[in-house]
């Protein structure tokens, strides 16, 4: 089987590779590098010890597209690629939309030139909004506040109202909790431009001295200790999912929906405490006011991909801390420079 990465050389894409890669899977991987490094698909190489074919480029961009497939034997895409900060998405809305859009079309379009019908999407839990209830399952009513969540969402209806006329595709909407932690071999992890927007690479910053101090946007929320709960899941255990979704490639045509999560939700200051205590370091924290958009609660039903995908999440919080210091006391300058 070969596979198509849009976006492979990313975080999750980087993770996902070595799983398929574990699996005898062919990987080419498109990725135009505006938020990753080609040194990540270089290190995958040596973790698997396997080749990836790499191809610098934008997935918007069609006869690039079409150079892929025309090469052949492309059996499925799993779309990655995509802008994925929700704040900076209120402040360039156009271009989220340009990129995140103009990308799942142009490459459904090139697929259907090509015969090319297994499709895999990642989609986000940011497409539930605030959530009436916990957990989450897959038939909640779907909404959402920023730029960025628009373009899942969106998105997600473009390959619904796709599928209705195409049946003969298969297509798989994965909806991520929230991803984080690295490889365990410290090669491979998070690596994001300027200040982090999410809670464990930011308290990783912290640790390694590139931040002062962690801000926790408010401690005054409808939870235990009043401070936000997510529903974290390691890398290596979201990228397990890609591989376990390929089953429903197999079997025929589909639209199939999965929750990736764990099912159960950590507050911020159980997250902090955890990586504290594994690390045996101190993080250095103040609480903030709310942030705006940020709501109380969320996490995951897992309970349909761990029945019709025979997946579940293994690793807790404190693999997840490990993990991610490790990743980050390893790369302190992500890798831009190693120690
Ligand atoms: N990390 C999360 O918290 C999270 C949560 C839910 C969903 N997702 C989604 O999962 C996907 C992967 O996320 P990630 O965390 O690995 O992000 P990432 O930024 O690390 O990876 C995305 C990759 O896509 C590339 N890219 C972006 N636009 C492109 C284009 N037009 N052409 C070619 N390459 C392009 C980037 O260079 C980057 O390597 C994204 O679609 C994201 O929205 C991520």
Redesign the pocket.
Known sequence: MKLLL?????????HTCIELLNLDIDVVV???????SYHSLERVQSITDKNITFIE????DKELLRSIFRQGDIDGVI??????AVGESNEIPLQYYD??LN?TITLLQIMEEYDCRNFIF?????VYGNPEKLPITEDFPLSVTNP?GRT?LMNEDILRDFYKVKNNWNIVLL?????VGAHPSGLIG??PNGIPN?LLPYITQVAVGKLGKLNIFGDDYDTPDGTGIRDYIHVVDLAKGHAAALQKLKIGSGLNIFNLGTGRGYSVLEMVDTFSKVNNLKIDYQIVSRREGDIASCYADPSKANKELNWKAIYGLEDICRDAWNWQSNNPNGYKKTR
């Open positions: 849009t976006g492979g050389a990313g975080y999750i894409g980087s498109i990725d135009n590098l505006s938020n990753s480029g934008d997935v918007r779309h990655f690629a995509g802008l994925k990129n995140n990308s990642s989609s986000s839990a940011t960025y899942k909806r991520y909790f929230n991803p998070e690596d999410n």
